[in-house]
């Protein structure tokens, strides 16, 4: 039964009149209007503006423009119905520095939006802003980013912009803004440099920036950004547009574009590529968003009922399987990897996306320069999607060159997120060592009884923390009573030693290189900032957990045989050693390189006692990383002892 039917269509979904009488749920639909130009939005010329709007339901559209972003009354001019459902006028001469939306005529109903393929808008976002985009370029603004032979070369670093700068001993001046990241030479307590100059200090390869497209949240008015305010960012607004609040002035539509673009470059100029986390999946509002207001009932999924499909738990699923939906994800991503250099897309509940929309965000990416990462949260999820479509962990074979976030080494490692108590591999918790080892090949199939949905090493993206849920320091916390923080941190280093040196592509959050606490509140996004923000104070404290962040990334960027290409290649080279209870040991043959070692050992152990383990006869083993913890090594026998990541090499 079509959702027509179901439903008895109101006129707010258009007027069949319009459509020859096709309904705008009906299949035929995007058969007949959905429309492939390359013109949609605005198209800028100091001698005249062609705007082209995409609302085959209406049966008036008009453009308004605006003096200011804030004028009561526009100018409407009536545009003119063209091809397959568009809308379309020329204003001759210079609108540079004007505003517009369109309205669109359905039944009796006129509604106004902002374009959704604006490029820049007013303060808050409600209107879209006539900009040439060639002044928003810096000065200094070149096509050069830093190399990346392959995705597992990486190492991402997931931070907050308004997180980083806003402590008071940040040292940063543009506190919360793009700027605050491109400032350099910054220093906090003791010294200790801060943010752009402590992120490259790191030896990371790339900043995950969490949302900076114009997002909606009420929590965040830009004309009042002198009130406390914070957010995540994960309710889109405006999605090729720059978020507003976190420019030096948000009212000048180019300031914020020209901001970002700065910070972009300032980290390419440190050799850090940029990831942008992006979500396409879903909005918080399905009846605000301008899709809705413009072509009501096409961009968004409907259950059979009528009812907007909520696969996310957090606003309402879009229909990336309908043509126009799915070419507007497309078109964006590229916009955002063309127009600002962006180095990689982060998509947010990508289990919601269909397949048929990431290969092609992955072919088309791969047209401009196949380095540019593609990762995202495959994760098994509801939605009014036929499952066998969904761009989850279940389909990774369907997804080359897609990572998806492995929450099964997560959980293995840590304890279950959601159970708050439960101990994981780190803290002492039982019978977790196959999924470990699981993690520690990269997600593939390693041979019976072992693997997990990758194809290859480039499709699991190894965690133990993010921006969602408890930090790793306040898990151990909930779930380590009884013992001491010192024992705490040598499990919270023992996890992200784990991560550094397991195949796939590691990714750690910003804090959690120096013990990051969010006081135990599992998901911050609208804490107050003083919860969210980069402690700097807490860093200088825990310099040596810093110190042991880089060597842990000094390690792997030396060491090609933690990094292989091919599950082929760790299949091949990858062998499991026999371990006692709560350790896992692993040697990688022939593949070691760096140094001319020719083999590695790495122990994983958990046991507050130490363990004693029989090393493989391939040669004299020396202690390459951990003689803190590598205690007796003769004999071919190692006596590691507390817990820690103990590494041996053959030279």
């Not at 830093?146 to 670093?157: C, F």
């Not at 994960?234 to 720059?242: I, R």
């Not at 790495?602 to 507050?608: F, G, R, S």
């Amino acid at each position: 039964m079509s959702v027509q039917k179901e439903m008895k269509e109101p006129i707010y979904y258009g007027d069949p009149a319009a459509t020859s009488g096709i309904s705008v749920f009906d299949r035929e639909f995007d058969e007949l209007f959905s429309y492939d130009g390359s013109d949609l939005g605005l198209s800028y010329s100091v001698t005249g503006s062609a705007f082209c709007l995409w609302a085959p339901t209406a049966q008036e559209a008009e453009l308004v423009l605006y003096e200011t972003w804030q004028e009561a009354a526009g100018q409407h001019i009536p545009m003119i119905r063209d091809v397959r459902g568009t809308w379309r006028i020329t204003v001759p001469g210079d609108l540079n520095g004007k505003f517009y939306t369109y309205r669109v005529r359905l039944g009796d109903l006129w509604n106004e939006a902002a374009d959704p393929y604006a490029r820049a808008v007013g303060v808050n976002g409600d209107r879209g802003a006539v900009l040439d985009m060639r002044k928003t370029d810096p000065e200094h603004w070149t096509q050069d980013q830093p190399p990346l032979d392959d995705p597992v070369d990486a190492v991402i670093y997931e931070l907050h912009l308004r997180d980083l700068s806003m402590h008071p001993a940040s040292g940063i001046t543009h506190k919360g803004q793009y700027l605050g990241l491109a400032e350099a030479g910054t220093r906090g307590p003791e010294g200790i440099p801060t943010g752009l100059d402590h992120i490259a200090a790191l030896g990371v390869t790339h900043v995950q920036l969490l949302p900076v497209y114009d997002y909606a949240t009420e929590s965040v008015d830009e004309t009042r950004l002198d009130q406390p305010h914070y957010n995540w960012g994960y309710d889109p607004k405006n999605y090729n547009v720059p978020e507003g609040s976190y420019a030096t002035d948000p009212y000048l539509p180019g300031l914020r574009i020209k901001e970002l673009k700065t910070m972009i470059q300032a980290l390419h100029d440190r050799g850090l590529r940029v990831i942008m986390d992006v979500v396409y999946n879903h909005v918080y509002d399905g009846f605000r968003v301008n899709f809705t207001k413009l072509v009501p009932g096409y961009y968004l999924r409907y259950k059979a009922d009528g009812r907007l499909s909520n696969g996310s738990g957090c606003g309402n699923d879009t229909a990336s399987e309908r043509k126009m939906m799915s070419r507007f994800i497309v078109e964006s991503v590229v916009y955002w990897a063309e127009e600002y250099h962006i180095d990689g897309f982060r998509f947010d509940l990508m289990g919601l996306l269909d397949i048929s929309t990431m290969t092609e965000i992955r072919r088309r990416l791969d047209e401009l320069d196949p380095s540019l990462m593609t990762i995202g949260e495959g994760w098994v999820m509801d939605t009014e999607l036929a499952e066998d479509l969904r761009a989850n962990q279940r389909h990774a074979n369907e997804l080359p060159g897609i990572g998806h976030f492995n929450d099964g080494y997560r959980d293995a490692v840590k304890g279950n997120i959601f159970l708050h108590d439960q101990k994981g591999f780190i803290s002492g918790g039982s019978g977790f060592e196959r999924n470990v080892k699981a993690g520690i090949a990269g997600g593939i199939y390693y041979g019976p009884g072992l693997g997990q949905y990758a194809q290859e090493p480039q499709q699991s993206v190894n965690y133990v923390e993010c921006h969602d849920n408890h930090t790793l320091w306040d898990k151990l916390l909930l779930s380590t009573g009884g013992i001491t923080d010192e024992q705490r941190r040598a499990m919270h280093r023992l996890a992200s030693a784990m991560i550094l040196t397991s195949q796939g592509i590691p990714f750690i959050h910003a804090g959690q290189e120096f013990l990051r606490t969010k006081d135990e509140i599992e998901n911050s996004y609208k804490s107050p900032v003083e919860y969210n923000w980069l402690d700097w104070e807490r860093c200088a404290a825990h310099a040596e957990s810093v110190d042991y962040m880089k060597r842990l990334i000094a390690l792997r960027a030396a060491r090609p045989a933690f990094r292989l290409r091919t599950a082929d290649e760790i299949r091949d080279h990858l062998v499991f050693e026999e371990s006692p209870a709560h350790s896992v040991a692993f040697s990688l043959r022939d593949h070691a390189g760096g140094d001319s070692a020719q083999h590695l050992y790495v122990l994983y152990n958990a046991n507050p006692d130490g363990a004693v383990l029989e090393l493989p006869m391939l040669g004299e083993w020396t202690v390459l990383f951990g003689e803190e913890h590598a205690g007796q090594l003769d004999n071919g026998i190692l006596a590691a002892r507390g817990i820690g990541m103990v590494v041996l090499a053959v030279l």
